[in-house]
């Protein structure tokens, strides 16, 4: 019995050291500037700038094969930061790639749904829930908005709602925006003599 606990104590110790050889030898470094500016990106993975999704995105931006100006979601404020991170000048976003919108998440209509899984398949974040034949719904906190779940569903159940600013998701504008406050007369005071 102690022979054998032995073999295997030794065993686990070859194998946790070879392991450990491996891990050094083969490490695989990454980019930091890669990592930098997907940090920035909006991590929808929508496509809609191109790419499957943000990190190959990012990838691109740092080899200078995509513009820093193709990402609607990410908005005027993504654009200002990776421009500023990379030294470059600002662009407005591309009409090409589509237009900034609020934040928005996904909505199923939970009678009209017939559980066909079309939308499931096509949410690249896994924020819908539901089963074959049964009806679904959306993980709001998931939903990164990025509306690749409505072309795939066959009785059109899925809408996008805006997301209204609470205290926890409200952000300053960026300096520069075009900003109007309003200006209200005001009744004269009586001088307190």
């Known amino acids: 019995m102690l022979y054998a606990i032995g073999v295997m104590a030794l065993g686990g110790i070859v194998l946790g050291a070879l392991l450990g050889y491996a891990s050094t030898r083969f490490k695989v470094e990454g980019d930091p500037l890669v990592d930098k500016i997907d940090s920035i990106l909006p991590q929808t993975q929508c496509g809609q700038c191109g790419f499957p999704g943000c990190r190959p995105y990012a990838e691109a931006i740092a080899k200078d094969e995509a513009d820093i100006n193709q ?60 089963a074959a034949k049964q009806m679904h719904t959306i993980v709001a906190d998931l939903c990164t908005g990025c509306e690749l779940c409505i072309p795939p569903c066959p009785v059109e159940c899925i809408s996008m709602i805006t997301v209204d600013a609470t205290l926890d998701t409200w952000k300053w504008q960026k300096p520069g925006t075009k900003r109007v406050i309003p200006i209200m007369p005001v009744a004269p005071t009586a001088q307190a003599a």
């Open 71 to 130: 990402c609607p979601p990410g908005g005027d404020e993504n654009i200002h930061k990776l421009a500023e991170l990379l030294g470059k000048e600002y662009k407005p976003l591309s009409a090409e790639h589509g237009v900034e919108k609020p934040k928005q998440v996904a909505l199923i209509d939970e009678k009209i749904c017939i559980g066909c899984t079309l939308c499931i398949q096509a949410c690249p974040v896994d924020a819908i829930v539901g």
